[in-house]
């Protein structure tokens, strides 16, 4: 049973950068793909982009591809992902999780990250 | 891109039957995935494949999938399954192949 935990929440200025983390546990953490989904306030799900530890390659959603940055960290079992040039539209709770094939199989239980001036 | 499309909001009883569709065109030669979200909590997968349970998810929740609509059915339900629900489907055609409907609210009356 794979468990991811995130980072707390965040308030950030219009502007500035978050880097969001989830550390996982209970699974071989090179042997998995972390993926980051965001949900806006009234908004349904968004795929960000994800990470391949194992080989350290990103690939993200072109709706995100100049802000985002994924990276992971195999020594500590740990996922990251930055956004920067935040904007008011980037309030939202941002979910990492694990893909089986075509389905999100494990979820983090979210971060809030909340851009106001 | 590839859409997907769920009504905002399905209201049910207690112990009766719940159906959230998802709509997309030619849905039925996809495999679709849904997801239970309850504020505060890492969202859910409870049918994977269509129709297939993990581990843990009760047999009174199902999914069917043909056409153009894809099924969530909850059997008898309870004032616990009250969540969003999302459907999923992978595209590759799409820019971001992991491809959401915007979401079911159901509520327990």
């Known amino acids: 049973q794979v468990q991811l935990v995130q980072s707390g929440a965040e308030v950030k200025k219009p502007g500035s950068s978050v880097k969001v983390s989830c550390k996982a546990s209970g699974g071989t953490f090179s042997s998995y793909t972390i993926n980051w989904v965001r949900q806006a306030p009234g908004q349904g799900l968004e795929w960000m982009g994800r990470?391949?530890?194992?080989?350290?390659?990103?690939n993200y959603a072109q709706n995100f591809q100049e802000r985002v940055t994924i990276t992971a960290d195999k020594s500590t079992s740990t996922a990251y992902m930055e956004l920067s040039s935040l904007r008011s539209g980037d309030t939202a709770v941002y979910y990492c999780a694990t893909n089986r094939g075509r389905y999100f199989n494990y979820w983090g239980q979210g971060t809030l990250v909340t851009v106001s001036s | 891109s590839y859409e997907l499309t769920q009504p905002p909001s399905v209201s049910v009883a207690p112990g009766q039957t719940a159906r959230i569709p998802c709509g997309g065109n030619n849905i039925g030669t996809k495999s679709v995935h849904w997801y239970q979200l309850k504020p505060g909590q890492a969202p859910l997968l409870v049918v994977y494949d269509d129709s297939d349970r993990p581990s843990g998810i009760p047999e009174r929740i199902s999914g069917s999938n043909s056409g153009n609509t894809a099924t969530l059915t909850i059997n008898r339900v309870e004032a616990g399954d009250e969540a969003d629900y999302y459907c999923q489907v992978w595209d590759f055609s799409s820019d971001h192949p992991w491809v959401f409907g915007g979401g079911t609210k159901l509520t327990v009356l």
């Open positions: 990470i391949i530890p194992t080989v350290g390659v990103a």
